[in-house]
């Protein structure tokens, strides 16, 4: 079965760091392109980050730029988004998904509050 | 940046309505979008890729149209199962997401 998982998420202080991963499953992890998307409660998806197949070229919407960073570890089918100098408007749910967007794992919810 | 709009924001219909969602890029993308249904704490799915393109296993009454800076998704005859909220999706430059018609029962 394909299948992306998220983990990772949980509550963390404005300023703090949190790592999000993402375990793939049933498909050929090393090929594809992945992404984060996130959405905040009750909002709309918003685009976070892009990595290419084997980690070379990576890319991030302005409002994390300089804060997160994407990376993957093909070895270990996993995508994973460090997010450090976390602010409240960091607060969502983080979705990894497949460079088609085709394929997405549940979310994992991320709360920056003090 | 490219700005996506999406009207009507929140739609009302019945079950067997045809219902039609239009998405605008504020630039033209040429047929670089996507549309996703998205139900309550699940993820978003992917409907409709490259304008008009079907995704495997999604319903033939869902459709897209459109090219340039305007884009429309069609459901022929709404189901029960079709109560949700839709985004468009831009991915001719990075990536932009619409803000979402919400699809509700009348």
């Known amino acids: 079965e394909v299948q992306l998982v998220e983990s990772g998420g949980g509550l963390v202080q404005p300023g703090g760091s949190l790592r999000l991963s993402c375990a793939a499953s049933g498909f050929t992890f090393s090929s594809y392109w992945m992404h984060w998307v996130r959405q905040a409660p009750g909002k709309g998806l918003v685009w976070v980050s892009r990595?290419?197949?084997?980690?070379?070229?990576?890319s991030y919407a302005d409002s994390v730029k300089g804060r997160f960073t994407i990376s993957r570890d093909n070895a270990k089918n996993t995508l994973y988004l460090q997010m450090n100098s976390l602010r409240a408007e960091d607060t969502a749910v983080y979705y990894c998904?497949?460079?088609?967007?085709?394929?997405w794992g549940q979310g994992t919810m991320v709360t920056v509050s003090s | 940046d490219i700005q996506m709009t999406q009207s009507p924001s929140t739609l009302s219909a019945s079950v067997g309505d045809r219902v039609t969602i239009t998405c605008r890029a504020s630039?033209?993308?040429?047929?670089?979008l996507a549309w996703y249904q998205q139900k309550p704490g699940k993820a978003p799915k992917l409907l409709i890729y490259?304008?008009?393109s079907l995704e495997s296993g999604v319903p033939s009454r869902f459709s897209g149209s459109g090219s340039g800076t305007e884009f429309t998704l069609t459901i022929s005859s709404l189901q029960p199962d079709d109560f949700a909220t839709y985004y468009c999706?831009?991915?001719?430059?990075?990536?932009?997401f619409g803000p979402g018609t919400k699809v509700d029962i009348k």
């Open positions: 630039q033209s993308i040429s047929s670089w």
């Open positions: 999706q831009q991915y001719n430059r990075i990536f932009t």
């Open positions: 998904a497949s460079d088609a967007f085709d394929i």
């Open positions: 990595i290419n197949s084997d980690g070379s070229s990576t």
């Open positions: 490259k304008a008009s």
